[in-house]
């Protein structure tokens, strides 16, 4: 049996696979993502050698490393490092390219760094198909456009949702408008058109698949303000990530929707019709 690098047996074992810059991580690697938790991330599910929306996926990457880090992060550098770890694998893959810099200056973190990718690979799950509860929570996330790698108050909201019975959790913003849920975009649906909250929120890739995918079928979609007041009035919902493009919402709060098959069948055929791009 081939020997692993020093720390990297336990990071297999929990983690699947994970490489470095395009090598095997060890734990001494890692050390300085887990004690600055400094950096941000992407998610997508790798099929037959492709992804959907990878182009989206890597100009987000680049944005939010020259956000963060003040360099550009060169979309052949990612692709070469997905290459890499995927190999010849035709399985469907959940992929995590996290983006960070051992080079950070804690005390000047305004000074340029070089950005490392570290990406983690595992098999994928299948899609959860039931559909969820989401309790409503006044929270705003830091700087909401980047997928960064602060995560504590997502899952504490998530947890706090569970506890009082539901799966997961709903965000409204200062002003009383839906932004997004804790990991996932939201959208809404009156039997004639699809409404994304334009609150500040990460815009999700998936979501935007999602978006091209209606405007290819001529289903109105459109952005704008949709008010907590107003969830009452609205008939259905739906989540969409990465790794679950779409799911039926049957509640928010105490407000009851109809879980509707035939919206959540075409979103998902919105979804599939998007071309995997080779990695």
Partial sequence: MTELPNGA???????????????????????????????HFSTMRVVGGGV????????????????????????????????????????????????????????????????????????????????IRLKSFAYERVSPRIKHVGTFELFHHRRLAQIDGFDDALFIDSSGAVSEASVWNIGFFDGQRVAWPNAPALAGVSMQLLQEGLRERGVASESRRIA?????????????????????????????????????????????SRALQPI
Wanted: proline share 4%.
């Fill in 9 to 39: 047996e336990s990071l297999h074992a929990s983690a699947g696979r994970a490489e470095l810059n395009g090598e095997t991580a060890s734990a001494d690697d890692l050390r300085v993502l887990a004690l600055q938790n400094y950096g």
């Fill in 52 to 131: 959907r929306g990878l182009d989206l996926h890597l100009a987000r990457l680049d944005a939010a490393t020259r956000e963060l880090f003040g360099c550009a992060l060169e979309a052949a550098r990612v692709r070469e490092c997905l290459r890499h770890i995927v190999g010849d694998r035709k399985d469907a893959l959940a992929l995590r390219i996290t983006v960070f810099s051992r080079s950070f200056k804690r005390d000047r973190p305004g000074l340029p760094s070089k950005p490392d990718v570290l990406i983690t690979m595992n098999p994928a799950r299948a899609a959860e198909q039931l559909p």
């Fill in 228 to 272: 907590y007041a107003d969830i009452g009035k609205l008939r259905s919902a739906f989540v969409s990530n990465a790794l679950h493009p779409v799911r039926a919402v049957a509640a928010i709060d105490d407000s009851e929707l109809v879980v509707d098959r035939n919206l959540i069948a075409m979103l998902e055929a919105c979804h599939e």
